[in-house]
């Protein structure tokens, strides 16, 4: 009896060992990957913090001395920082609103369709992604100078809406590929129209991907340096990206003043991530085939 309950014991007692032993690894695993992150965050986030700082510390020919607010104040009196501002924001919402409006009802066309005109059109979208924007940057300037749309804002939002049409598509026929087909199938069953399913079902469904499309669009049009540069020549006219240009001069650059423009510059992006990334979720899709 006492051979057979040790050789019994035997296998219970190393299995329980290894378990311990790999929940100890795992552990260990997850403390070396949380390391590896905040390393890496660090690493990231030294340029951004190095930015904040200089911000805050006197520029040239300043008296001020120590963590001051200066070059703040300095900028939005002295410069045009404030109409800069307007045109960046002004730009970018009205390219944010159009691409959505816009891509999401041909991302659900490429997602749903499946023929040869769809096809040839997803092909289409994917030479046009690849294209780098300076091949069209030319064209595009005679083209707009002989409709009087160079130092304008409207053409630059032409442009830009142009730009992120291809790829925002993409994104949202991506995301309505997560959503179930079973949803919309229920919704026609129901009485429901193409686009009503498509609104009421499918749009509803895809608030991540309208997010993720609406941010990605933002930061191409507020970040822009190429297309601004080229089609706008009036100060009235600058976007954020061009003004900061102005504060670079040949013999000396007051840097003080430029890295409070660029923490201006970085402001609007982090706060509009910070109010939407609670809305990152696709938590609702999965339970909504409950019991089919």
Aim: aromatic share 12%.
């Amino acid at each position: 009896m006492t051979l057979e309950s040790s050789a019994l014991t035997a296998p219970g007692r190393s299995s329980t060992g290894v378990t311990r032993r790999r929940g100890k690894l795992s552990e260990r695993g997850k403390w070396w990957r949380l390391l590896a992150i905040v390393v890496i965050a660090g690493v990231a986030l030294v340029p951004v913090v190095a930015v904040v700082i200089l911000s805050f510390t006197p520029s040239l020919g300043s008296s001020a001395t120590g963590f001051t607010l200066s070059n703040y104040s300095q900028v939005f009196s002295q410069t045009g920082i404030a109409t800069w501002l307007g045109n960046s924001l002004e730009v970018a919402l009205i390219t944010v609103i159009v691409a959505v409006i816009v891509a999401a009802p041909a991302g659900y066309v490429l997602s749903r369709a499946r023929n040869r005109w769809v096809s040839g059109f997803a092909l289409t979208l994917f030479i046009i992604q690849s294209l780098p924007a300076v091949t069209a940057v030319i064209p595009l300037f005679f083209l707009f100078a002989k409709i009087s749309l160079v130092d304008s804002l409207t053409g630059v939002i032409i442009i830009y809406i142009g730009s992120t049409m291809s790829v925002a598509i993409w994104m949202m026929a991506a995301y309505f590929d997560s959503i179930p087909i079973a949803l919309e199938e229920a919704s026609w069953i129901d009485g429901a129209s193409i686009f009503g399913s498509f609104a009421r079902v499918a749009l509803r469904n895809s608030l991540p991907g309208v997010l993720s499309t609406a941010l990605f669009s933002f930061l191409l049009a507020w970040n822009d340096y190429l297309v601004a540069v080229v089609f706008l020549r009036s100060d009235k006219n600058y976007t954020l990206p061009i003004g900061i240009e102005t504060f670079f001069q040949q013999n000396a650059t007051n840097w003080g003043l430029v890295m409070a423009v660029a923490v201006i510059m970085m402001l609007p992006p982090i706060i509009l991530f910070s109010f939407l990334n609670r809305y990152f979720s696709i938590g609702g899709i999965g339970g909504s085939l409950a019991g089919r």
